[in-house]
């Protein structure tokens, strides 16, 4: 198994995922990969070492990666400014140092453009960026005029995190017909499926809104969805083999309350190496998911009802590991949808079954059952 240093911390045992995405970028581009998973499976951490340490020195691609979640988008214009920037013709200076020039033919429109030097915005002449402010040129007609010209010298690969973000937004502004986000999904299939010209690889931290894409017809034929789980025991062992940490007791009862979560691990390491009581300070985590589920029920639920439904599914989830919604029951769809968006459960879109986002969050629910602590 390999453990590696990265960002400070150990990168463990994804030579699996890697080899997969790597293989992948190698072939044509089909359908649109969605990268999911419970939280702090490692998805955004995985996605972002690929791109440094096996994409980013590639001249046979290029790579735009974007966290929507950076950015304060509010309309349609903060979009546009994450994907373009004005230069004029007086900024000479700076145009002498563009990497790549591209004239951009979009019918009635011309413009030229240019690949990022920092960042990720494609800088466009000022006459285009503002026609795209004012709404009168589709930005994802000057975008995919944009990727094919990159097409013909690297593979372009766009990597799109939180896109979610993007959920309330519309291309009218208050004349709500054309929703951004249909729109970019609409793009992202043609630049896939019906184009080949860029690699899509989109990656959610909310379930839910994966669900809706997941059952959406023209996105489910078009795309394709891969799950990064948490660690599992044989690889948590040998990692806290790896620093150190033989004693059984003291493995099991990490393994107990963090499971394989790679960043509650590390911090549980930590504690170890300092000699602290790892079983106090597991406790302690513990009883914080405890207070957290406590509050989440007097805040979100009004009826007693709702309270005892969402006992029943807490009790079921700690006895089962999973629960399998029954969606004509909508007193139960009401209460897990408010739990799944607060991210204590995770929806998996393709099994349907829902678990605790992490092991440390079931200890929780446990605590409140009063079944422990």
């Not at 969605?34 to 939280?39: A, H, L, T």
């Not at 620093?243 to 390491?269: C, K, M, P, Q, T």
């Not at 989830?317 to 949808?337: A, M, N, S, W």
């Amino acid at each position: 198994m390999r453990i590696i240093e990265y960002r400070d911390g150990p990168f463990v045992n994804r030579e699996g995922d890697e080899r997969f995405l790597l293989e992948r970028f190698k072939g044509r581009p089909e359908k649109i990969l969605f990268i999911y998973g419970p939280k702090s499976s490692g998805k955004t951490t995985l996605v972002e070492y690929v791109v440094e340490n096996c994409l980013q020195n590639d001249r046979g691609v290029y790579v735009n990666y974007i966290n929507f979640r950076g950015h304060a988008i509010v309309n349609y214009k903060d979009f546009i400014d994450i994907y373009f920037q004005p230069i004029s013709e007086g900024q000479k200076s700076w145009l002498t140092r563009l990497k790549e020039r591209l004239s951009l033919n979009l019918g009635l429109f011309r413009g030229s453009a240019s690949l990022p030097i920092k960042g990720v915005s494609f800088g466009l002449n000022i006459e285009l960026y503002n026609q795209l402010r004012r709404n009168e040129v589709d930005p994802f007609v000057v975008l995919l005029e944009i990727l094919r010209n990159i097409k013909e010298k690297r593979q372009p690969i766009l990597i799109l995190d939180e896109v979610q973000a993007l959920q309330s937004i519309y291309m009218n502004g208050e004349v709500r017909e054309r929703h951004l986000l249909t729109e970019f999904f609409n793009f992202l299939v043609r630049l896939t499926k019906e184009t080949h010209i860029a690699h899509i690889v989109v990656m959610t931290s909310e379930t839910l809104f994966l669900e809706k894409i997941y059952n959406y017809a023209k996105l489910a034929e078009t795309s394709d969805f891969y799950k990064i789980g948490h660690l599992s025991l044989d690889e948590v062992r040998e990692w806290l083999s790896h620093e150190g940490i033989e004693d059984e007791a003291v493995i099991d009862l990490i393994w107990e309350y963090v499971g394989g979560s790679a960043h509650r691990i590390n911090d549980a390491v930590r504690v170890v190496k300092k000699g602290d009581d790892i079983q106090k300070y597991l406790i302690n985590e513990a009883k914080i998911y405890r207070g957290k589920l406590s509050q989440f029920i007097s805040k979100e639920f009004d009826t007693v009802e709702e309270m005892d439904k969402f006992g029943e599914i807490l009790a079921d989830i700690v006895k089962k590991g999973f629960l399998i919604r029954d969606l004509k029951d909508k007193l139960e769809t009401k209460v897990l949808t408010k739990a799944i968006d607060y991210e204590f459960l995770f929806l998996d879109p393709k099994d349907e079954k829902i678990a605790f986002n992490s092991r440390i969050i079931k200890k929780g629910a446990e605590m409140l059952a009063g079944q422990v602590g």
